[in-house]
């Protein structure tokens, strides 16, 4: 089965979990916290997020970005029409991010939040990025370092990345990197690796059919803290800033 048959059928698949894991889990929300610190700074007028999933993301960046132009693309379909229905106001495109995409638009920056992890072809995604972006246009990208795990695995994980290669990708898909770095150590990657103890039991409690309870979000509050005190140039954590030139 190809990635993109996979993340289809899993992502297409409703699990009330997920929205819990975006809203209390100390990795999304420090990914979140970054992103929004980048995207600040870069100000853009117009933003597109490559693999929006359930659009949270974007919801989060109109906050910080209340005049800008904001467009969510994603494979499956079920979530960019629920997408659309709740946030009426963003551009919701259905695409494999596998293939070429013949931009009708092109943005300021470009949004590409663990996504490139679970492809077979990462490269078409960075190039696909690359379209989508006008000269001069920034891509802000996250994705994980380290050995891929059970629990990464079973969410579609195809490989991670260092940052030299991340940087060598970048590179080959016409982007001029600023800037490839890791975060996240020592508290991300203990995360990461206790959820892989019994990944069967991490993934029926974080990400299964249950909405989180009062202890497992209280968890989740003790790893945010912990989280402050992360590394922020080591870690499992990948972050790349790019720039579209020439």
């Known amino acids: 089965m190809s990635s993109t048959e996979r993340n289809r059928d899993y992502y297409e698949a409703a699990a009330p979990a997920r929205e819990d894991y975006w809203r209390y889990m100390a990795a999304p929300r420090a990914r979140v916290a970054r992103i929004l610190d980048l995207v600040r700074r870069l100000a853009p007028q117009s933003l597109a997020d490559l693999g929006c999933g359930n659009g949270r993301l974007l919801e989060e960046l109109a906050q910080a970005l ?3 132009q904001l467009a969510g693309f994603d ?6 029409e629920e997408n659309r229905l709740r946030l009426p ?4 495109t259905v695409a494999d991010l596998q293939a070429p995409l013949t931009p009708a638009a092109t943005f300021d920056v470009i949004v590409a939040s663990e996504v490139i992890e679970h ?5 078409m995604l960075l190039a696909n990025a690359h379209a989508l972006a006008r000269q001069g246009g920034h891509l802000v990208l996250t994705t994980q370092s380290g050995p891929l795990r059970e629990t990464e695995r079973r969410v579609g ?3 991670h990345f260092d940052a030299a290669t991340m940087g060598a990708l970048l590179a080959g898909s016409g982007w001029t990197p600023l800037r490839v770095w890791n975060e996240g150590f020592p508290f991300h990657d203990l995360s990461k690796w206790w959820a892989n103890r019994n990944a069967d039991a991490s ?3 974080f990400g299964g059919e249950q909405p989180y309870d009062a202890k497992t979000r209280f968890l989740c509050f003790a790893l945010r803290t912990a989280f402050l005190f992360n590394a922020r140039r080591r870690g499992a954590q990948l972050y790349a800033l790019a720039r579209k030139d020439g």
């Open 119 to 123: 492809l077979d072809d990462p490269a």
């Open 157 to 159: 994980h195809v490989q």
């Open 89 to 92: 106001d963003m551009t919701w």
């Open 75 to 80: 494979l499956a379909s079920r979530q960019i």
């Open 203 to 205: 993934m029926e409690r």
């Open 66 to 68: 209340p005049d800008a």
